[in-house]
């Protein structure tokens, strides 16, 4: 699963990999997978989640792997976007479905190598449902 520049809105390079990267981290393989997973994200990782949780790196990619069914549904995604901050540093937008459970959901990516990225904060709020973009 890609994002594509038509679906994003952005042709830049670091846009879209930062974009793959996030796609990579929310199919239901990575995230069964705590290895996997865990090369995507930082070391001072951290995360508000929807919950309302406060997360940090520290056992994260665990606690996904835990109530994360391989062969399961991947987390439906809309309105996919990213902007360049800086060099290597990339904001993520979406909207995000999960089981009918539906959240806005931002996260920040740094380039940690050519090509390689890794997210170091993400950010989840529950919404009612599908909505525009603003």
Not at 13 to 37: G, M
Not at 60 to 68: F, K, N, P, S
Not at 88 to 96: C, H, I
Not at 104 to 121: C, D, E, I, K, Y
């Amino acid at each position: 699963m890609t994002a594509t520049p038509m679906e994003t809105g952005s042709d830049d390079p670091q846009v879209l990999e930062a974009l793959a990267a996030e796609y990579e981290t929310l199919s239901p393989e990575c995230r069964a997978d705590p290895e996997r997973l865990n090369r995507f994200l930082a070391p001072d990782f951290h995360e508000f989640g929807a919950s309302g949780v406060e997360i940090e790196f520290e056992g994260t990619a665990e606690r996904v792997a835990a109530y994360t069914d391989p062969d399961g549904e991947p987390i439906k995604v809309e309105q996919a976007r990213g902007i360049r901050l800086a060099d290597g540093l990339v904001m993520v937008k979406y909207r995000a479905n999960n089981s009918g459970r539906w959240s806005n959901r931002t996260s920040l990516w740094r380039r940690v190598a050519p090509g390689r990225w890794q997210m170091f904060h993400h950010q989840g709020t529950l919404t009612d449902g599908p909505q525009k973009a603003g």
